[in-house]
């Protein structure tokens, strides 16, 4: 990439990332679609200056995305990647229009979230329950949270003891883009979080500086990672026999559409996920009512 345009990328991600308050996720995704992006740039199209880019070029750019065999919903992120930053350098008086203003996203089938059953949840919570191995109560604990308040994997790795408000029976989550939002935790998880809080955690604490502040460490004293989270779920699964694609964010998938079947609130729904827009949340319904076809062919007589 051209120094020029590489100059352009970091300047963009640190906008991003200190005037947007974008999570690490999000600006590495940035950061792959954009380097994509501006590679083509430089060796397919030879360019010097951002500024003479046009929509010809982005379409070509799309079409190699497509060569390449990216799904519509990969697209859909490409396009909007490269929308945001051409928006950007027009702000930034780089570029005299943005030429992405007009490209379409792609048609995109939404697939329904797989999600598990209450028994599996239950099955995987239970591989840990019998056991008074300090990893598998702290492992029992980690589920039983992710599970009962919906938590995304790094929601629950970034939080700290100052978030526990288990008195009324709350958490409080810092969601993207660094919004705050209180869920409700039932009384099952708060008790198993509460024992592994008095009994495990601190024979994992080793320093302040080490811990951070964080509510589940790991055995060497410093915050749960993400990769750590996904261990502890794979290994659940594989000692429950749960044969589905198991993975931290199912928790959450399976959190919404239980509440949704026990007919909850869509917009309380909303709230306790944190999703800034109710149609995120709506694809839970289309999983209910996958459900209610499911139930309607195998019972009824000429279904």
């Known amino acids: 990439m051209k120094a ?20 690490p996720n999000t600006l590495a995704s940035y950061r792959l679609d954009l380097t994509r ?18 929509v010809h070029h982005i379409e070509a750019f799309l079409q190699e995305l497509k060569a390449a ?33 007009h490209i379409d996203l792609p048609k995109n089938v939404r697939k329904l979230p797989e999600v598990l059953s209450v028994t599996e949840v239950t099955d995987m919570i239970s591989v840990y329950s019998d056991s008074d191995k300090p990893a598998d109560l702290r492992n029992q604990a980690v589920i039983e949270l992710l599970y009962s308040a919906g938590l995304r994997v790094s ?20 969601g993207k ?26 024979t994992f604490f080793r ?12 055995q060497r004293g410093g915050p749960l990672s993400r990769m750590g989270v996904w261990n502890i779920v794979q290994e659940a699964a594989l000692r429950a026999g749960v044969t589905k694609n198991v993975y931290p964010h199912i928790f959450r998938h399976s959190f919404a559409t239980h509440l949704l079947e026990g007919g909850a609130d869509l917009r309380a729904v909303q709230e306790m996920l944190g999703h800034v827009n109710i149609t995120t949340t709506e694809i839970y319904t289309h999983v209910d009512r996958s459900l209610l076809h499911q139930i309607h062919k195998q019972y009824h007589p000429r279904a």
């Open 155 to 174: 929601e629950l790795t970034g939080m700290v003891l100052d978030q526990l408000y288990f008195e009324i029976g709350f958490v409080r989550v810092i």
């Open 69 to 101: 065999g990216l799904s519509p919903a990969s697209l859909g992120r490409n396009i909007s990647s490269v929308r945001n930053f051409h928006t950007w350098l027009v702000m930034e008086q780089l570029a005299p229009a943005n030429p992405a203003e």
């Open 177 to 202: 883009g660094n919004k705050e939002r209180l869920v409700p935790v039932g009384t099952i998880a708060v008790e198993t979080v509460e024992n592994y809080l008095e009994h495990v955690r601190p």
């Open 37 to 54: 992006y501006l590679t083509f740039l430089c060796s397919e199209q030879g360019f010097q200056n951002i500024a003479y880019v046009d």
């Open 4 to 23: 020029p345009f590489k100059t352009h990328l970091d300047s963009y991600l640190a906008f991003l990332r200190i005037e947007k308050a974008l999570q």
């Open 207 to 218: 320093t302040r500086e080490k811990s951070r502040g964080a509510v589940f460490l790991n």
